[in-house]
């Protein structure tokens, strides 16, 4: 229990330093469309991530393990899944962002961004439906 309490402090102080990065770049210039993107998917994975702090801090205080067999071979194929269709996402990445007159940091953070996206997509997916054997 004492994991999960410092993973979700660390979270909840590393939203906040995300919040006041923006706050403090806001200030000098006006927040764009990527910026505003951004942040509303950063508020999506912390939000995600906080219903999964929450249940796992449930369960321990059941008596349950918060880490069994099952959830971890989940998370290991979510990753495998991710890892390879990651790979179609930097090429999507590339042919589309080749010819722009974009900064190198925007299509890394779409990239990175997406592929967070990907295992999060992922994991749902096989928490719901199951894994074989």
């Known amino acids: 229990m004492k994991n999960t309490k410092t993973m979700l402090i660390i979270m909840l102080a590393g939203t906040v330093t995300f919040i006041a990065g923006l706050w403090a770049y806001s ?16 508020a999506f994975i912390v939000i995600f991530s906080l219903v999964i702090g929450m249940k796992r801090l449930k369960d ?8 069994d067999e099952l959830s971890k071979s989940i998370k290991q194929k979510a990753a495998a899944m991710a890892f390879m269709y990651s790979f179609y996402l930097w090429t999507g990445i590339i042919i589309f962002t080749i010819d722009t007159s974009l900064g190198i940091e925007i299509p890394i953070g779409i990239g990175i961004m997406g592929m967070g996206l990907l295992f ?6 096989y928490s719901k439906i199951g894994i074989d054997n």
């Open 27 to 42: 200030t000098m210039e006006p927040l764009g469309t990527f910026e505003i993107t951004m942040a509303v998917l950063v």
């Open 60 to 67: 321990e205080k059941k008596g349950l393990t918060p880490e």
């Open 120 to 125: 999060i997509g992922f994991w749902i997916y």
